[in-house]
């Protein structure tokens, strides 16, 4: 799902040229998210807090991402190693495998996660991501849009199905707009929506990220 998505894609949809320019580099970032009445109304509004740190060398990565939630049942971190690169064509894409863990005795997943991303101009950009889950055996795949406006402002939107132990497939789907407040710190107010929803709900995100490190 959407809201279970590694922080390693964020920086696997960087594009590939300007992270080979050099070979090592060490990433970090952090997000705050906070979510109103996304159990329908007058529910409880939810916060998480994500943090992560990624090494990476000539394209292979490796890291830990980490959420504290609202939601107790919702606390886990991806343990994670991949590798993304850049096609002379300019097709960037990713592979990587994730062990999720839940501390709270929500269930450990190992997830196969992969994805392609290009910029068909140089405003509009599109993604598609697939994830499968091993144990149970489910899949996830999301296509998404994004244009930048300006330089600092940008509007995206994406769509997905994601499995479900025991049942059919679910669809969800999000649009929303981003504001760079500096170079490394976005706020993001995004309108989610999905079969398997109470209703549909509004997120608002700020999240920095940046190169700790580079040689």
Do not use: C
Request: cysteine-free.
């Amino acid at each position: 799902m959407l809201k279970l998505l590694s922080a390693s894609l964020f920086v696997a949809i960087l594009p590939a040229s300007a992270l080979m320019a050099q070979d090592f580099f060490v990433y970090g970032g952090a997000s705050l998210e906070y979510v109103f009445d996304p159990n329908g109304p007058d529910s409880e509004d939810t916060r998480d807090i994500n943090a992560y740190i990624e090494v990476e060398k000539s394209g292979f990565f490796a890291g830990v991402w980490a959420e504290k939630s609202r939601d107790r049942t919702l606390d886990k971190a991806d343990i994670y190693v991949g590798y993304r690169a850049e096609t002379a064509g300019g097709l960037n894409y990713y592979v990587d495998a994730t062990r999720r863990v839940y501390f709270n005795d929500a269930g450990d997943y190992t997830v196969f996660d992969a994805g392609v991303g290009y910029s068909f101009t140089d405003k509009l950009s599109g993604s598609i991501d697939y994830a499968h889950y091993f144990d149970p055996d489910l899949n996830d795949l999301y296509v998404g849009l994004a244009y930048a406006v300006t330089d600092k402002f940008s509007v995206s939107a994406n769509y997905g199905t994601y499995g479900v132990d025991e049942a059919s497939d679910e669809q969800e789907w999000d649009f929303g707009a981003g504001y760079a407040l500096g170079d490394e710190t976005v706020i993001d107010v995004r309108y989610y929506d999905g079969t398997e929803y109470v209703q549909g709900y509004v997120g608002v995100t700020l999240s920095w990220d940046t190169t700790i490190f580079s040689r």
